[in-house]
């Protein structure tokens, strides 16, 4: 099995930061993207940032310039460092993993508990 346990969140004021760890433990032979997705109640749950195995990054529109994705593949952690933080950006935040758990295996996809973040004076 596979195990995603998430950190980090919390409650901050307009303007503030916080930086959200997951780390994957567990069954794992290879991880490949690694991922940050948010929801806040009555919405769909949405991708906020995403690194490749490679490196490469990708944003939504609505947090580039303000939040930073990064992993460490030795830990198999990925961390959310997120600065300007405003109070829409108030949501549960959800690590996602795409993991193969031995070499022979198909990729899975795995999600992490959540975490609150919350922003307000």
């Known amino acids: 099995q596979v195990q995603l346990v998430e950190s980090g969140g919390g409650l901050v004021q307009p303007g503030g930061s916080l930086r959200l760890s997951c780390a994957a433990s567990g069954s794992i032979f290879s991880i490949s993207a690694m991922a940050w997705y948010r929801q806040t109640p009555g919405k769909q749950r949405e991708l906020v940032a995403r690194v490749s195995s490679g490196g490469s990054t990708t944003y939504a529109d609505f947090v580039k310039g303000r939040f930073t994705i990064s992993r460490d593949i030795a830990k198999n952690t990925v961390h959310l460092q997120m600065n300007s933080l405003k109070p829409e950006d108030t949501a549960v935040y959800y690590c996602?993993?795409?993991?193969?758990?031995?070499?022979?295996?198909?990729?899975?996809?795995?999600w992490g508990q959540g975490t609150q973040v919350t922003v307000s004076s």
């Open positions: 996602n993993v795409d993991v193969r758990r031995t070499i022979a295996s198909m990729t899975l996809n795995y």
